[in-house]
């Protein structure tokens, strides 16, 4: 008679939930699908659990290795490594770092080679793209093709369902300035590129006169 295998749904082995029994690459072991508390799943078999060989996704042998390599003193970016950051809930490690602007934040190691600074590199950025708080980019955005049956493929153009009308505005400053309404496309977006011209073009000449 031969032996009955055990049933290790919702047991717990180390970091690793049994969750329900899987089929194998072999028939002499049982193989069990299994969620680790970091939210990967995996299947492993069932000797390997019992045996305690297995006992997470494999995210406790990166962070074994993560607190081996020692960041201390490396640049990344604007970031100079500090000292390591106590442990995260999900038992990720994380490093206190000062920024060169003289900031400190804390990075996991995994977004240490993502992230360049704390945060100032960003906002210099849309400083630079701002004229008059006004951001550039919006300016020359253009809208490629309609969307959408009410979008008219000219930003700032939109049909008006509730006149049946193309209503045509523009935002400059954080203000809207309503433009109109037309029965034409043409008329409505003949409006709103004028419109561009007067609020537009002087913020953008004034930042190309800065530049040079």
């Not at 078999?45 to 020692?70: H, Y």
């Not at 809930?89 to 600074?117: F, H, M, P, Q």
């Not at 369902?161 to 029965?183: D, N, P, V």
Request: glycine share 8%; hydrophobic share 30%; net charge positive.
């Amino acid at each position: 008679m031969g032996r009955k295998s055990l049933n290790l749904i919702n047991k717990k082995f180390g970091k690793l939930l049994v969750l329900s029994k899987e089929t194998g690459p072999d028939t002499r072991n049982s193989y069990w699908r299994c969620r680790c508390d970091c939210g990967n799943e995996v299947i492993v078999a069932g000797i390997s659990l019992k045996s305690g060989r297995t006992v997470s996704c494999g995210c406790v042998n990166q962070q074994k290795r993560e607190d081996f390599d020692d960041k201390t003193g490396q640049r990344f970016g604007r970031l100079t490594v500090i000292k390591k950051a106590e442990k995260r809930k999900s038992g990720r490690i994380a490093w206190l770092c000062e920024c060169d602007c003289g900031n400190y934040c804390e990075v996991e190691t995994r977004n240490l080679a993502s992230i360049i600074s704390c945060g100032c590199a960003k906002t210099e950025a849309l400083q630079e793209d701002c004229v008059d708080n006004t951001r550039l980019r919006n300016l020359t955005q253009k809208k490629l093709r309609p969307r959408k049956n009410r979008d008219s493929g000219c930003k700032g153009v939109i049909w008006d369902t509730s006149r049946e009308k193309w209503l045509a505005q523009i935002g400059i400053q954080g203000r809207h300035i309503y433009l109109g309404r037309f029965s034409s496309l043409n008329d409505a977006i003949k409006a709103r590129k004028e419109a561009e011209k007067k609020y537009f073009a002087p913020i953008l000449e004034e930042h190309r006169h800065n530049k040079e």
